[in-house]
């Protein structure tokens, strides 16, 4: 399955963690940047979930502001769970009238990707 930076949501992280045997590590996020401390990130999607972003020294994040992340996803330190180590950000502008994107409609698009992974990824494996 060609899954070269699949997007994902929180809810997915544990398919393409170290211990998935995934084909592929490398997801891409959108949210929210809700709080940020040192060397890390809090990312929240639209429904809530929330990611730690393990920041490199060239991530340059705003609090409140729409980024959409590409990481790799690890295990976090101390046996935190998982988190994503940021690879590169970008930050998504608002619409014309000042609103940020609906992250509803793109969430919906998501999960149908994944539930339907067929009919949007190529499988290389035949």
Do not use: C
């Not at 809700?34 to 609090?63: E, F």
């Not at 940020?100 to 999960?111: I, N």
Request: glycine content about 8%.
């Amino acid at each position: 399955m060609s899954l070269s930076t699949p997007r994902i949501l929180p809810k997915h992280l544990e398919q393409f963690g170290p211990n998935a045997h995934a084909p592929v590590n490398t997801v891409r996020l959108l949210g929210t940047i809700t709080s940020i401390h040192g060397s890390s990130a809090t990312l929240t999607s639209g429904d809530g979930d929330t990611v730690t972003l393990v920041l490199n020294r060239d991530s340059h994040l705003s609090p409140q502001s729409l980024y959409e992340i590409v990481g790799k996803v690890i295990n976090l330190e101390g046996g935190a769970g998982l988190g994503v180590r940021v690879m590169a950000t970008t930050e998504w502008p608002k619409n014309p009238e000042g609103k940020p994107v609906d992250l509803k409609v793109y969430e919906a698009v998501v999960d149908a990707t994944h539930r339907s992974k067929e009919i949007f990824y190529v499988d290389e494996e035949k």
